[in-house]
């Protein structure tokens, strides 16, 4: 059992029969009546985030999540399909498991495979991948000095904004936890 006082951001916790990722926490002490925690979770199982509040006397089960590098082979309808590199096992995720994860996937790359026991929740991404861009209006050079970005569409149909230098068919690195670019690949 974990106090709430003790929970950590990345920390994954049994709550209510859900399982659940911290975010962010914040311990608040108001001036009158009893502290209390904060929290911004993220559900492991559909995806969605909610902030609940908590009393600091309160006590959850710490869900421990295995994680397992797979390597992403392909998409075929709703499923998509991923492999141990050393077993050969092949697993399935539908849709829902992957959701926004699927705009960072390239055939071939590792992912970290995240269960819970034996069930499978989803997927875990770098946190930079390098795509190209299929899709922009065309570069402008010596554009290097001014702030300003143009829209791109990259080979898996993440749209990104992008310096206005960057031209159809160059490698750019997008980070997955928000989706922006990086830097030219």
């Known amino acids: 059992m974990v106090d709430v006082n003790n929970i950590k951001?990345?920390?994954?916790?049994?709550?209510?029969?859900?399982?659940?990722?911290?975010?962010?926490?914040?311990?608040?002490?108001p001036g009158k009546?009893?502290?209390?925690?904060?929290?911004?979770?993220k559900?492991?199982?559909?995806?969605?985030?909610?902030?609940?509040?908590?009393?600091?006397?309160?006590?959850?089960?710490?869900a421990h999540i295995d994680r397992k590098t797979v390597q992403y082979l392909?998409?075929?309808?709703?499923?998509?399909?991923?492999?141990?590199?050393?077993?050969?096992?092949?697993?399935?995720?539908?849709?829902?498991?992957?959701?926004?994860?699927?705009?960072?996937l390239l055939e071939n790359m590792s992912?970290?495979?995240?269960m819970y026991g034996s069930e499978l929740l989803g997927i875990s991404l770098p946190e930079k991948v390098t795509l190209t861009i299929t899709d922009c209006e065309p570069g402008i050079k010596d554009s290097?000095?001014?702030n300003s970005t143009k829209v791109a569409t990259c080979e898996t149909g993440l749209v990104v904004r992008v310096p206005m230098f960057i031209n159809t068919g160059?490698?750019?690195i997008v980070t997955t936890y928000?989706?922006?670019?990086?830097?030219r690949g």
């Open 9 to 29: 951001n990345g920390m994954t916790l049994q709550i209510e029969g859900n399982i659940y990722q911290i975010v962010e926490f914040l311990h608040v002490k």
């Open 33 to 41: 009546g009893a502290a209390f925690m904060k929290t911004k979770l």
């Open 43 to 62: 559900n492991l199982r559909t995806g969605t985030t909610l902030e609940r509040t908590f009393n600091t006397n309160v006590k959850f089960e710490e």
């Open 74 to 104: 392909y998409e075929a309808g709703d499923t998509y399909y991923f492999m141990d590199v050393n077993t050969y096992d092949q697993f399935e995720l539908t849709n829902e498991q992957v959701g926004d994860n699927k705009n960072y």
């Open 111 to 114: 992912v970290d495979l995240t």
């Open 144 to 146: 290097t000095a001014t």
């Open 170 to 172: 160059d490698k750019v």
């Open 178 to 183: 928000d989706g922006k670019y990086w830097g």
